[in-house]
């Protein structure tokens, strides 16, 4: 474990990122999170699929996509993705059409940011080799 992060008695980690797209959307959310991030979408348990949206995982990623009539993007708040080949991943959002911009005020990483088809901002960020 990283001795910068701290340790706390109850051994936290993060199980998912839920992220909120508009009725209706579930298409549009597919072709970015699968088509373009290359996510798998996985099955929500009958109780929940009633509510719409989707769940996707990939390597140690899980978001849950849920439908909030009133969504509203947030102008900054945003989940950081690790990503392996943050390059190639670029490439493909700018083929894709989709925004991508670069900031280099994170010591210790590269990153970018990019959108999701319902504005929400998302950050992919790889560490620097040492």
Not at 8 to 32: C, K, M, W
Not at 62 to 87: F, M, R, T
Not at 94 to 110: K, L, M, N, Q
């Amino acid at each position: 474990m990283n001795p910068q992060r701290g340790t706390s008695p109850f051994g936290y980690g993060v199980h998912h990122v839920q992220l909120a797209i508009r009725p209706a959307g579930e298409d549009a959310a597919r072709a970015f999170y699968v088509g373009v991030l290359g996510m798998t979408e996985v099955a929500k348990p009958s109780e929940l699929a009633k509510r719409g949206g989707l769940w996707l995982r990939t390597d140690a990623l899980e978001l849950h996509l849920g439908v909030d009539a009133g969504h509203v993007p947030s102008a900054k708040a945003h989940p950081g993705i690790l990503v392996a080949d943050l390059d190639a991943l670029a490439a493909r959002l700018a083929a894709a059409g989709c925004p991508v911009e670069w900031d280099a005020d994170f010591i210790g990483y590269r990153r970018c940011y990019s959108r999701d088809p319902f504005g929400n901002r998302l950050e992919f960020l790889t560490p620097l080799a040492d």
